[in-house]
């Protein structure tokens, strides 16, 4: 053998060992990359519910009455019944329990449609003339038996034009007076019906806010 050979051998036999150690090395571990979390999904923030304040007045001691609960029901809570209650009567009968209520007819209303019913009251005509015809007949018959007829016609027209103004002036008072008077009681009237038909509605308005309450748990006065 020789020497290039023998070189060339010993040159492999070192290769060898070396090349294979370096094929089945699997070399350093790469760690394995850590996985990301998901984010969390994002949740929007519910609101608080805003508590609606509780009305101003009670609607129960507005229409001069008295609720108790039943149920141990809060003052807030009773007048908010009492609120829903008032509008609900309110919508169903059409009656408005704020109207103020009429007022009584005054003294001088009565007496201005007094007044004004004299003043177009009828009126008797022609009475003057009326009783001045009949006293003239009556003056003359008298006059005819002391022998002047026309004497006493003179006298009994004159006596009876008096009577006959006498009479048609007490005929034309009476007429003013009784007109007046039916003119003042019916205004009167009218005032009481008005005032009737309104105390007629709040009772029906009440009866309605005491069946809503009562519904609700209270006991209404």
Do not use: W
């Not at 492999?12 to 350093?28: E, F, I, Q």
């Not at 923030?45 to 001691?61: L, R």
């Not at 008298?142 to 005929?171: D, E, F, L």
């Amino acid at each position: 053998m020789t020497h290039t050979k023998v070189r060339a051998l010993c040159l492999l036999s070192l290769l060898l060992p070396a090349s294979a150690c370096k094929k089945s090395d699997p070399g350093p571990a790469v760690p394995a990359a850590t996985p990301v979390p998901a984010a969390a999904p994002v949740v929007p923030a519910v609101p608080a519910a805003a508590t609606t304040p509780p009305p101003p007045f009670s609607a129960a001691q507005k229409l001069g009455m008295f609720a108790y609960g039943k149920n141990n029901q809060s003052s807030d809570q009773q007048v908010r019944d009492e609120y829903d209650c008032y509008g609900q009567v309110q919508q169903q009968t059409g009656i408005n329990p704020d109207a103020a209520a009429p007022r009584g007819a005054s003294a001088a209303q009565v007496q201005a449609a007094e007044q004004q019913a004299a003043a177009n009251a009828p009126q008797a005509q022609g009475g003057r003339l009326r009783g001045a015809a009949r006293g003239a007949a009556g003056g003359a018959a008298i006059g005819a038996i002391s022998g002047n007829a026309g004497r006493g016609a003179a006298i009994g027209s004159v006596a009876g034009t008096v009577r006959g103004g006498r009479r048609q002036r007490a005929a034309n008072e009476q007429s003013q007076e009784q007109a007046a008077q039916s003119a003042g009681a019916q205004v009167q009237q009218q005032s009481n019906q008005a005032k009737a038909a309104y105390n007629q509605q709040m009772n029906t308005f009440k009866r309605g806010f005491s069946a809503c309450m009562d519904a609700r748990g209270y006991s209404v006065k």
